[in-house]
């Protein structure tokens, strides 16, 4: 694409489209990167630069980019049936056949799934499930649901007051009343002073305070990320999950763990409850369960919930124009199948997760890393201005942004959360590119260390 043409789609770009989770104004000044197209791990821009992707889209094409077979599952189930509604006792095979696998995948109490079109709307609908769960068994007070600061479950109404996100908080008025957010399990941001061990277990403590706090009896549920994503690529200690599961050993109280990041591979199991052995009451998916070859997310339902919501609750007046669509769930379903098949979920835990730790430890070497962590094919690093002491950078310099330009610049997409450096590739990365994506990352390290010391 012509250099005319790149220019002509910024401008178009910045006189018609507000983008999401962007400062319009920056970004009428400096102009969009204009991606059109992408195959395996690399994005393409429109000046024909070839940029390893990092984060795989926005934490979602686990099965990489270029995928004929999703191409041609969506147009199939386009030519087949392009839409219809599976509301008033309809249904049509691809939502079913989608349906059924994932139940194959999940957990082995969880038998049901509710779809969405997105993440958030899967969050949405977790909060309206969770009040009218508790409502059908005659315990309507049970209202709170208990999230974690700085924890992200999307960006609705629903979705950014089950989070964390105080800028998002700050913006627009009240949340929806009934959620109240604990201390999340960031040893690196905020326990440094003790040892992970008692740090996870303190994080755990505090949700059990909560509890008692607004009284077991009115609490409805704890939602939680098994690795916060947008927060930060945040891996909680080692114990931090024993000790909330004991929490809510003791007290009745639904479990709702988001998977829209962690599901479909990316910790190396297929659900980040398998790895961190949990058993959730309500499981939001999205993201890697089409690859974000098109849109569609769900809530994975275990059989204590599903059975009350469909013996006990008559009907649920909940439900969205593109619940379960046709093609949407035609997509993910091949994806799955392909990520199945391939072998590719075992091979993050058994091979590609191990070399990714490796090697992104290897990092913690440079002068401006404090902490290199990765679990599965999600690392963070953290940057710091003194790595003896781990004091951060002054927030003024935007260290992190620094670093994220200068790495795309140089041919590498990774995401920065104020100082702290986000990897999250396609699962179908190679070695090769891996190492690839560490000399990048050390390229990007050295330029930033000499723009800032
Ligand atoms: N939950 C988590 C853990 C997420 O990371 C996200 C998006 O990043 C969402 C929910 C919201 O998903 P969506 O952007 O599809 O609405």
Not at 393 to 405: K, T
């Amino acid at each position: 694409m012509a250099n005319q043409d790149t220019a002509r789609l910024q401008q178009l770009d910045r006189d018609h489209y507000l983008h999401p989770f962007t400062d319009f104004k920056s970004l009428g000044e400096e102009g969009s990167r204009v991606v059109t197209r992408a195959e395996g791990v690399y994005i393409y821009d429109s000046e024909g630069n070839r940029i390893l992707d990092g984060m795989a889209g926005l934490w979602c094409v686990n099965i990489g980019y270029g995928r004929k077979e999703l191409v041609e599952a969506a147009t199939s189930q386009l030519e087949q049936l392009p839409y219809y509604n599976s509301f008033f006792k309809t249904t049509h095979p691809p939502a079913v056949a989608l349906a059924e696998k994932l139940c194959q995948l999940a957990p082995a109490h969880m038998n049901r799934v509710f779809f969405t079109g997105s993440g958030s709307e899967a969050n949405d609908t977790v909060l309206r499930m969770v009040r009218r769960y508790w409502t059908i068994k005659g315990k309507p007070e049970k209202q709170w649901v208990i999230g974690r600061k700085n924890g992200y479950h999307g960006s609705t109404v629903a979705g950014m007051s089950l989070g964390g996100m105080a800028p998002m908080h700050e913006q627009g008025g009240p949340c929806v009343p009934g959620i109240t957010h604990i201390r999340q399990p960031y040893w690196f941001g905020e326990g440094r002073d003790m040892s992970q061990d008692t740090f996870g277990r303190e994080c755990a403590a505090a949700l059990e305070e909560r509890i008692l706090e607004l009284g077991e009896e009115n609490v409805a549920a704890f939602i939680a990320e098994p690795v916060q994503g947008a927060g930060g690529a945040i891996m909680p200690p080692e114990s931090y999950w024993p000790a909330v599961k004991e929490v809510l050993a003791k007290y009745d109280i639904l479990l709702v763990v988001d998977e829209v990041i962690c599901g479909f591979g990316r910790l190396g199991e297929w659900f980040g409850s398998q790895h961190y052995d949990l058993e959730p009451d309500l499981m939001p998916i999205a993201k890697g369960l089409s690859s974000g070859y098109l849109p569609i997310g769900g809530v994975l339902v275990g059989d204590r919930v599903a059975d009350t919501l469909i013996n006990e609750g008559g009907e649920f007046f909940h439900g969205f124009t593109y619940s379960g669509h046709p093609a949407c769930a035609a997509v993910a379903l091949r994806n799955l199948e392909l990520l199945e098949a391939e072998g590719i979920v075992d091979r993050v835990r058994d091979d590609l997760g191990p070399y990714l730790a490796k090697r992104w430890a290897s990092l913690a070497d440079h002068p401006l890393v404090g902490e290199a962590r990765s679990l599965g094919l999600m690392g963070a690093l953290e940057l710091v201005a003194d790595q003896q002491t781990g004091e951060r950078f002054d927030e003024s310099l935007a260290a992190g942004n620094l670093c994220r330009d200068l790495c795309f610049d140089n041919g590498l997409v990774m995401r920065s959360v104020g100082d702290t450096m986000l990897i999250s590739p396609a699962l179908v990365i190679t070695r090769e590119e891996i190492d690839e994506l560490i000399g990048l990352t050390r390229q990007a390290l050295d330029e930033t260390a000499r723009r800032l010391i």
